[in-house]
């Protein structure tokens, strides 16, 4: 994962982080993933995230979340990269 935006929506996401860190109401363990899209591109920031699984999992539960509100169901399988099913 990489820590440092790399194109312009990066950037910009980066930048509406330290909004984020500088709200009054912040507190020390929230966090936050920052998506923008123009049309052509996507850009995303994870913040506050100690590691990508728990921002993928967080994720996951968000579009869950928002995709029952719609009437609708969504589920999520994780499948190992090995064909075998062992981790690698």
């Known amino acids: 994962m990489s820590h440092s935006p790399k194109d312009r929506l990066?950037?910009?996401?980066?930048q509406m982080t330290k909004t984020f860190d500088m709200h009054p109401?912040?507190?020390k363990n929230d966090r936050c993933m920052v998506f923008l899209d123009d049309g052509?591109?996507?850009g995303i920031v994870l913040h506050g995230?100690?590691?990508e699984k728990d921002a993928?999992?967080?994720l996951f539960m968000h579009?869950?979340?928002l995709v029952q509100s719609q009437g609708m169901d969504l589920d999520f399988i994780g499948i190992p990269?090995?064909?075998s099913g062992?981790?690698?």
């Open 10 to 14: 990066t950037r910009i996401c980066d």
């Open 25 to 27: 109401e912040h507190q």
């Open 40 to 42: 052509k591109m996507g």
């Open 49 to 51: 995230y100690e590691n």
């Open 56 to 58: 993928t999992v967080d």
């Open 63 to 65: 579009l869950r979340a």
């Open 81 to 83: 990269k090995d064909a």
């Open 86 to 88: 062992l981790a690698e």
